[in-house]
């Protein structure tokens, strides 16, 4: 199969050097060209980035010269764009590609919410991706990565929607610094700290995973019918988002083996019989012991991919169940869903239905 061309848009952030990474070897795309700021543009991939990632840096891409954004637009010979850059910049690029005919993979929050643009986390909403069908106002194609916390949160709360339905949640975060971005929060403001606010992150966590758990029917997609109330802090941890969630379930549940039972149960999972290569084998991993999971030892989970959970409570009534969920942000968070979307949308290409 010929591979889609590829660029990474914001490479030398910390999303950027994950897509890099995803992306280096890969079987369905080639990567060929790499953006960063004016700063880092012009000099060669390996002297502009600070490399933090344990993944090798392979010896090809270190070798790619960064270009700003604006000289990849005036670059044709490329399929798709992944960008991974602040939400402003990120508006202004994204309508150029657009303009030109490019397949857009985002990882920014501007325009996640519109409701011609899928916001996919594949396993949950993969037939979100036919809203690209409705996309006529521009030559190419966009499809957006949720938030971090959101794509998170949104995976765990799938196979209880499908199961037992969902009345409420209400969820506390505590987000790991690598959240923030290569520069994010200071030290002298983390370390012995928590900081009981993360600008923006309320309303995307309120409201984002609606979207995802929505149905999509022919007046596009119908946000899922409950309400989210959250909480949201960064706490000094490098990578792994951990969230505490309550969930009022609107059918009972029998017992906390029924609710592992629908977690560990793939009939909720809509790319289940695709074998995308970043797709895991367990998107949810249950922890049965009690101080799990922990973001050092359980971020690791399929590549980052997989999500994991824990301390499952359900009230005497089997109506109110809580839970303890831990993901990687930057891998299913951004940079690994974004390349399992890309993958979503080559295999739907190529046998023709997008
Ligand atoms: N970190 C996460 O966990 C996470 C999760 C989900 C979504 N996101 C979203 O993903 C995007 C990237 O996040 P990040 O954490 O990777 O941020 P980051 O580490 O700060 O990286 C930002 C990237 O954008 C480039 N950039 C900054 N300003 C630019 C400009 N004016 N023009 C062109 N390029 C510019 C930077 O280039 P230089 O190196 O040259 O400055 C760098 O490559 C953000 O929209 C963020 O909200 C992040």
């Not at 309303?203 to 758990?213: F, G, H, S």
């Amino acid at each position: 199969m010929d591979k889609f061309r590829v660029a990474v848009l914001g490479a030398t952030g910390l999303v950027g050097q994950k897509f890099v990474s995803l992306l280096s070897s890969h079987k369905m795309f080639e990567l060929v060209y790499l953006t960063a700021s004016e700063r880092s543009a012009g000099k060669r991939y390996r002297e502009a980035v600070n490399w933090i990632l344990n993944d090798e840096l392979s010896e090809n891409v270190g070798e790619i010269r960064l270009y700003t954004n604006e000289e990849l637009l005036t670059r044709r010979d490329f399929d798709i764009a992944f960008t991974a850059l602040p939400s402003e910049e990120a508006e202004v690029v994204e309508s150029k590609l657009l303009e030109m005919g490019k397949v857009v993979v985002s990882n920014s929050s501007n325009w996640r919410m519109d409701p011609f643009i899928p916001l996919l986390n594949p396993e949950v909403n993969a037939d979100h991706i036919y809203l690209l069908r409705s996309q006529n106002n521009f030559k190419g194609k966009i499809m957006k990565v949720p938030n971090c916390t959101s794509a998170i949160l949104s995976l765990s709360l799938k196979p209880l929607m499908n199961r037992f339905g969902v009345r409420k949640v209400i969820v506390t975060t505590m987000q790991a610094l690598s959240g923030a971005g290569l520069t994010g929060v200071p030290s002298m403001f983390i370390v012995d700290n928590l900081i009981p606010y993360i600008q923006g992150e309320e309303e995307k966590v309120e409201n984002e995973p609606r979207k995802i758990l929505g149905s999509f029917g022919l007046k596009g997609i119908q946000p899922a019918g409950f309400e989210i109330f959250a909480t949201t802090t960064r706490v000094p941890v490098l990578y792994g988002h951990t969230e505490s969630v309550l969930v009022e379930l609107r059918d009972k549940a029998e017992s906390t083996e029924e609710i592992i039972q629908a977690f560990r149960d793939h009939s909720w999972n809509k790319i289940a019989d695709l074998s995308l290569p970043t797709a895991p084998s367990e998107p949810i991993i249950v922890k049965k012991e009690n101080d799990r999971p922990q973001p050092r030892l359980d971020r690791v989970y399929g590549n980052g991919m997989s999500i994991s959970i824990g301390r499952i409570r359900l009230d005497l009534t089997g109506s109110v169940l809580r839970y303890v969920v831990l993901g990687d942000n930057i891998i299913r968070g951004a940079a690994g869903t974004g390349v399992l979307i890309a993958e979503l949308y080559a295999e739907l290409n190529k046998k023709g239905k997008i």
